[in-house]
């Protein structure tokens, strides 16, 4: 059985994730308008697998006899400058979920719950991978500067994503 505290806070996760899937769905949207459309494609991709984390959430809470509780979901921001401003902000933000997760494994170790630990140990790995390559392709758009054609590269390169 979770704690009430243990509960809400992994409520307030799936809000976390299901407010990543909507802000990488704003910056696909956005990226589709300014015809990058690999970058659309591939943060698309990304809001899908964020919708996926929130069912993992969401599952686990009742799987234990909790109750699931949909908080609302802020407004994302809807314009930016740059592909490059999209991929910096992608990873601010996945540094924010991984502390987000840290917390949650701190709580669960503080509480003795053991379970709770065992299912978050696939997001901490999963974090590794999601702001490694946000930086990757930030880094490589910093490269890139001004040059429409190495933008255009990087672009490509991300519709190949699945
Ligand atoms: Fe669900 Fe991108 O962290």
């Known amino acids: 059985m979770l704690s009430k505290r243990m509960e809400d806070a992994l409520n307030r996760q799936i809000n976390e994730e299901l407010y990543s899937a909507y802000l990488y769905q704003a910056m696909s949207a ?7 459309k690999g970058a659309a494609k591939w943060m698309a991709a990304q809001a899908k697998e964020e919708v996926e984390h929130a069912a993992k959430f969401y599952n ?3 799987e234990r006899g909790g109750k ?3 908080l609302a979901i802020k407004q994302p921001p809807s ?3 740059s592909l490059l401003e999209i991929f910096e ?4 933000h996945e540094k924010h979920i ?22 978050l140990h696939w997001f901490i790995e999963e974090q590794v991978e999601e702001e ?11 490269r890139a500067g001004d040059s429409t054609n190495a ?9 190949a994503r699945e």
């Not at 490694?132 to 910093?142: C, H, K, S, W």
């Not at 933008?151 to 519709?159: E, V």
């Open 30 to 36: 956005w990226a589709e308008a300014e015809n990058y």
């Open 60 to 62: 686990f809470i009742l």
């Open 68 to 70: 699931v509780k949909l």
């Open 79 to 81: 314009e930016w400058k």
């Open 89 to 92: 902000a992608a990873y601010e």
């Open 98 to 119: 991984t502390k987000c997760i840290n917390d949650l494994y701190e709580l669960a170790t503080r509480e003795r719950d053991y379970s709770t630990q065992v299912f």
């Open 132 to 142: 490694a390559q946000t930086l990757e392709i930030a880094e490589l758009l910093r």
């Open 151 to 159: 933008i255009l590269m990087i672009d490509a390169k991300l519709g």
